[in-house]
């Protein structure tokens, strides 16, 4: 059965959705997303799309997965508009502004790493660099301090199996990898 976008946004309120995919053209420390302007609201150098729906996945879904490229320009300290929340400023604040406890982002996954966030602090660490990549090529494309686990783990490249399913059948026109 194909569910509406209003069957979904239900769902999602009454808390029936785990996991929600998330976008946007910036991302902070505490997992906030920006998917609506680019500088000043009211002069900006570019107007995105908007919500579409991003600040109810990331206020109703009980964790979240951000996918987006990785670098300076879109993982910074300070959002230019908050479109989606993620942690806010930190522990307590999204329950303080009305979001269910237990929620909010779960991880960020980029063509450089796997991260998630802190559990006390609610920032963003790093939990396993891509194949190939460093721990510092990640903090040098990262526009905040990362919390750096001791121990970081690398993500063993895919198999060719895997690769191949990718390619041939999940994005076929190359828009991902």
């Given amino acids: 059965m194909l569910l509406s976008i209003t069957d979904v946004l ?4 009454r808390g029936y959705v785990d996991y929600g995919f998330l976008g946007g053209a910036q991302i902070d420390p505490y997992g906030n997303l920006n ?3 680019i500088g000043d609201f009211y002069h900006p150098k570019v107007r995105l799309p908007g919500s579409g729906g991003g600040n109810d996945v990331g206020s109703h879904c009980w964790q979240t997965i951000a ?3 990785h670098d300076k320009r879109r993982f910074v300290e300070k959002l230019d508009f908050v479109t989606t929340p993620g942690y806010l400023t930190g522990p307590g604040a999204r329950e303080a502004a009305g979001l269910s406890p237990g929620t909010g982002p779960y991880r960020v ?5 796997i991260l998630g966030y802190h559990p006390q602090t ?5 939990i396993a660099a891509q194949p190939e ?3 510092d090529e990640v ?3 990262t526009g905040f301090d990362l919390i750096i686990p001791d121990q970081v783990e690398s993500n063993p490249p895919p198999t060719d199996e895997e690769l191949h399913i990718l390619r041939t059948e999940v994005d076929q026109d190359r828009l991902y990898i």
């Fill in 139 to 141: 903090v040098s494309n």
């Fill in 109 to 113: 996954v980029s063509n450089l790493a």
């Fill in 133 to 135: 990549v460093t721990v």
């Fill in 10 to 13: 239900l769902l999602q309120q």
């Fill in 67 to 69: 996918i987006m490229r």
């Fill in 35 to 37: 998917s609506t302007v």
């Fill in 122 to 126: 609610k920032r963003m660490m790093l």
